[in-house]
């Protein structure tokens, strides 16, 4: 069923400031400022409509069915997402993991390099985006961090796959059948807040 008209609102925390153009009949570019920096975020071609009412981003659609009410929600989250990173920050922690060949880690200039990953002669390079820091700790930590969710989530999957292994990549060692397969590898360990 359809509905004429519905409306989500997100309160703006203290300390933020937010401002909302529109590019477009259906376009807007939406700028959250904080005390860590900014973030802009682009929506194209959204049913949504988006505009700055007593304190908070209210966003409403018109004749909304399931997609649009689904819009509201995610828009939703991406703006919860951008005042969190602009306040308080993003850090995601991988672990370095290997059984055999030693991988070495580390960050030349705005690249990371990930080396002699199963024994392989050939780097793993990877561009670290703009906005996005990486240190290496130790021999097996990896910590990802900045202000835009998008960017450091993205950045630290990209990371991950760039060491998966699948089919006969990953052959279960010492030849046996079912096992695990080979488990080397940077895996995502988890996510907090830069600032509590």
Same mark, same amino acid.
């Given at each position: 069923m359809?509905?004429?008209?519905?409306?989500?609102?997100?309160?703006? %925390?203290?300390?933020?400031?937010?401002?909302?153009?529109?590019?477009? %009949?259906f376009d807007y570019i939406v700028k959250v400022k904080g005390p860590l920096g900014e973030v802009t975020k682009e929506f194209k071609n959204t049913p949504v409509v988006m505009s700055l009412q007593d304190g908070k981003i209210v966003m409403?659609?018109?004749?909304?069915?399931?997609?649009e009410y689904a819009i509201l929600g995610t828009y939703k989250g991406i703006l919860k997402n951008m005042f969190l990173g602009v306040t308080r920050g993003w850090r995601y922690k991988l672990k370095v993991i290997y059984t055999h060949f030693p991988m070495l880690v580390k960050v030349q200039g705005n690249q990371l390099v990930i080396e002699n990953f199963l024994g392989r002669k050939s780097k793993i390079t990877l561009n670290i985006p703009k906005g996005v820091k990486v240190e290496v700790k130790g021999k097996e930590d990896i910590v990802i961090e900045g202000i835009d969710r998008e960017l450091v989530s993205t950045f630290a999957a990209a990371v991950q796959a760039a060491t998966e292994l699948h089919g006969d990549e990953r052959p279960s060692p010492h030849g046996r059948e079912g096992g695990l397969g080979v488990v080397d590898g940077i895996y995502v360990v988890g996510y907090e807040?830069?600032?509590s």
């Open positions: 359809r509905v004429v008209y519905s409306v989500e609102e997100v309160e703006i %925390p203290k300390g933020v400031s937010v401002s909302i153009e529109r590019t477009g %009949p409403e659609v018109f004749k909304a069915r399931k997609r807040h830069i600032k």
